[in-house]
């Protein structure tokens, strides 16, 4: 072989060697993703968050960036996920109730009566008000909140009678979570809450233990209520809020391209969320409808009757466990939404 040959066949591997070790082939980063909820994408909207969040941030960074999700629990429940994002062994999470353990004025968002629609929802989580709550969040948590998911509006149902007007809550016994929150919410309308483990809240309503729960439709109709519930309010008293979190450690250590793209995603996987959880609760209606649910849905006079019996009463006990200047701020962006969008 001459001399010029084997020089060009050196150089060669010489070359190949480079490209199979260098910037193309070099370690992805891994970005480990969990949450608790079904991970399939048409039933579960922190599944199909996931998804769209996994999707495009893979794609826009040609690979560079590996999203690894883990739902349905399979790495803990909320508190769990949430602790172990904090210590980083977790990257990002989506997580609901949770969150107030960790920042007690997260609570705020699960003042009753609050919003008239999603829309006005969107709009102050989306606004400054919700700019402000992340940005507290992170300063308390090290935790980046990258947007605010749904859950969606929570509703009564009972087996009972209708209930129009908190005149007909009076004496009902309805399940609530173990939270004084829920606890005040009731009392206010005159009905006798009654705190229950959710595995025992099917058995409850079918022994007549209680007379009725409150939960989102699309949760009303998994559970399969309307086997053991008669009569559906579509209320909405509490809207529930997913937070995206995400380590802020790891995320100072991404270039900027990569923020950026991680930034992107995030506000499209939010908006595939919320979009995911509002058909799936439109849907539900008209199921439980088909399963025999007398549905009512209040008026907006009817409505302003809940509001005044239960906001007041939830506010004064809220004032007890956080700075009212949170309450303050979100019943002014509640009313700037609804201005902007309704006048």
């Not at 991404?254 to 849907?283: C, D, F, W, Y």
Request: aromatic letters at 10%; glycine letters at 8%; hydrophobic letters at 40%.
């Amino acid at each position: 072989m001459k001399y010029s040959q084997v020089v060009i066949l050196l150089l060669t591997v010489c070359l190949v060697g480079f490209v199979l070790s260098g910037p193309a082939m070099a370690e992805p980063i891994i970005i480990k993703y969990a949450h608790v909820n079904p991970e399939d994408v048409c039933s579960s909207q922190k599944g199909a968050q996931a998804a769209a969040f996994r999707d495009i941030v893979e794609a826009e960074s040609s690979g560079a960036i590996k999203v690894q999700v883990h739902g349905a629990g399979q790495l803990g429940g909320e508190r769990e996920i949430t602790e172990a994002c904090k210590l980083g062994a977790l990257q990002i999470v989506t997580v609901s109730g949770v969150m107030a353990s960790y920042f007690k004025p997260a609570m705020v968002t699960d003042l009753p009566y609050l919003f008239s629609s999603p829309n006005v929802a969107w709009k102050v989580f989306d606004g400054e008000f919700g700019d402000a709550l992340s940005a507290a969040i992170l300063k308390e948590t090290g935790l980046r909140n990258l947007g605010f998911g749904e859950i969606g509006f929570r509703n009564f149902t009972n087996s009972q009678r209708p209930i129009k007007s908190p005149a007909d809550m009076k004496g009902l016994k309805i399940r609530v979570m173990e939270t004084p929150l829920y606890v005040t919410l009731i009392k206010s309308l005159g009905g006798l809450p009654t705190p229950i483990a959710w595995p025992e809240v099917y058995t409850s309503l079918q022994q007549k233990v209680v007379d009725g729960q409150e939960n989102p439709v699309a949760v009303i109709k998994w559970a399969k209520f309307s086997e053991v519930q008669k009569y559906l309010t579509l209320d909405g008293h509490t809207y529930g809020v997913d937070f995206f979190l995400m380590n802020d450690r790891f995320y100072q250590k991404l270039s900027k391209e990569h923020q950026e793209i991680i930034q992107r995603a995030a506000e499209v996987s939010v908006t595939v969320a919320r979009g995911v959880q509002q058909l799936n609760s439109a849907l539900a209606v008209s199921e439980l409808r088909q399963q025999g649910f007398e549905i009512y849905s209040p008026t907006s006079s009817e409505r302003e009757q809940f509001r005044k019996a239960a906001q007041g009463p939830v506010i004064e006990w809220m004032k007890t466990q956080i700075d009212p200047a949170w309450i303050d701020k979100l019943l002014t962006a509640v009313k700037k939404a609804e201005d902007e969008l309704y006048k």
